[in-house]
């Protein structure tokens, strides 16, 4: 399993960093990727990480802002989210996969293990 924590309320331009730690998972075997869906709209693919960490890829939206990193020692990945935006509102989950790669990463579909998600708002 995966488990997502660090959201919460920011100003805009202000920053979070969220956390995905997997228990029963082990992480260095695991793709993981960062979705969010805010209400009304379809969930996206906000950023992803390989396995290894060679590999990371992010959304348009949040290129230059957002930056994924992952601790394989601690189990965990993380989402630094810089210069917020009130678009950036919305429940961010985190996902893992052992086998996605490519462009298939932005699909939910392809992610095979769900956190709970956690939420973020964006407001003055």
């Known amino acids: 399993q995966v488990q997502e924590s660090g959201g919460g309320l920011v100003q805009p331009g202000g920053s979070l960093r969220l956390s995905c730690a997997a228990s029963?998972?082990?992480?260095?075997?695991?793709?993981i990727g960062w979705f969010r869906q805010a209400p009304g709209k379809e969930r996206e693919g906000v950023s992803c990480i390989s396995s290894s960490g060679g590999i990371v890829r992010y959304a348009d939206s949040v290129k230059g802002r957002f930056t994924i990193s992952r601790d394989n020692a601690k189990n965990t990945v993380y989402l630094q989210m810089n210069n917020l935006k009130p678009e950036d509102t919305a429940v961010y989950y985190c996902a893992a996969d052992a086998r996605v790669s490519g462009s298939r990463w932005s699909f939910s579909s392809s992610w095979e293990y769900w956190g709970q998600g956690t939420q973020v708002t964006v407001s003055s």
């Open positions: 029963g998972l082990t992480l260095p075997y695991y793709n």
